[in-house]
C-alpha cells in the first residue's frame, strides 16, 4: 500500500491544484474541518459510490487517524484504482482547513 505523510501532502498542495484527495471520514467529522477541496466519501458508502471516480486519476485516502483510509485505501486498490493513503490522518494535520 502506498502511503504520503500530511507534510508531504501539504508540500504537494501548496505546488499543485490536481489533487484527488477524498477523506473518507462520517459527514459530521468533515463539518468539524476537512482539507480544502476534498471529497466527501464515508468509508461505508465507498463500494457504493467506487463509480464515482475515475481509474486513470490518482487518489490520495484521509480519515481522522490513519485506519479507515487505509482500508479504503486497500479496498480501492483490489478494484484497479491507483491510491495512496495519507498517514496519521487529520489528527497528524499541519495545514490549512476549511
Do not use: H
Request: hydrophobic letters at 35%.
Amino acid at each position: 500500500m502506498k502511503e504520503i505523510t500530511t507534510k508531504e501532502l501539504q508540500n504537494l498542495i501548496e505546488s499543485s491544484n490536481d489533487l484527488n484527495i477524498i477523506d473518507v471520514r462520517e459527514v459530521d467529522e468533515v463539518a468539524n474541518g476537512k482539507i480544502k477541496g476534498v471529497i466527501n466519501i464515508p468509508l461505508g458508502l465507498l463500494e457504493f459510490r467506487k463509480q464515482e471516480l475515475n481509474k486513470s486519476k490518482e487518489y490520495i485516502m484521509v480519515c481522522r487517524s490513519g485506519g479507515r483510509s487505509g482500508q479504503a485505501t486497500k479496498y480501492l486498490e483490489s478494484q484497479g484504482f491507483n491510491v495512496t493513503n495519507m498517514t496519521g490522518g487529520m489528527l497528524a494535520w499541519e495545514g490549512e482547513i476549511e
